[in-house]
């Protein structure tokens, strides 16, 4: 089992910046592959960026690919994503996700989600 629980949501004006962040109970972090999807309102919740394990490898959806980074601190069991050059496009719900060994971007394929934490980018 695993709790994840996000943090560091807000307003931001556009072309700023945020950092998430994801905290993870349990002594198995390190065998979760960890995503972030985001949910904008009236829309289905969609794929951000994915992280390996050990955080070697990493993947992004298009339309962040360049101005977010994620990456994870097994020691303390945390999941961060660096979010640079905001647009207003990027309002939404974040969520982190875990499942088990290897990555992917379907959302079916977690297991384990966090409350979200809400980004709102102001024009």
């Known amino acids: 089992q695993v709790q994840l629980v996000e943090s560091g949501g807000g307003l931001v004006q556009a072309g700023g910046s945020l950092r998430l962040s994801c905290a993870a109970s349990?002594?198995?972090?390190?065998?979760?592959?960890m995503g972030w999807f985001r949910q904008a309102p009236g829309k289905e919740r969609e794929f951000v960026a994915v992280?390996?394990?050990?955080?070697?490898?990493?993947y992004y959806a298009d339309s962040v690919k360049g101005r977010f980074t994620i990456s994870r601190d097994n020691a303390k069991n945390t999941l961060y994503l660096q979010m640079n050059s905001l647009k207003p496009e990027d309002t939404a719900v974040y969520y982190c996700a875990a499942k088990r060994l290897v990555t992917s971007v379907r959302e079916n394929d977690y297991n384990y989600w966090g409350q979200g934490t809400q980004v709102t980018v102001s024009s």
């Open positions: 992280v390996s394990m050990q955080g070697g490898t990493t």
């Open positions: 349990g002594r198995t972090f390190s065998t979760y592959a």
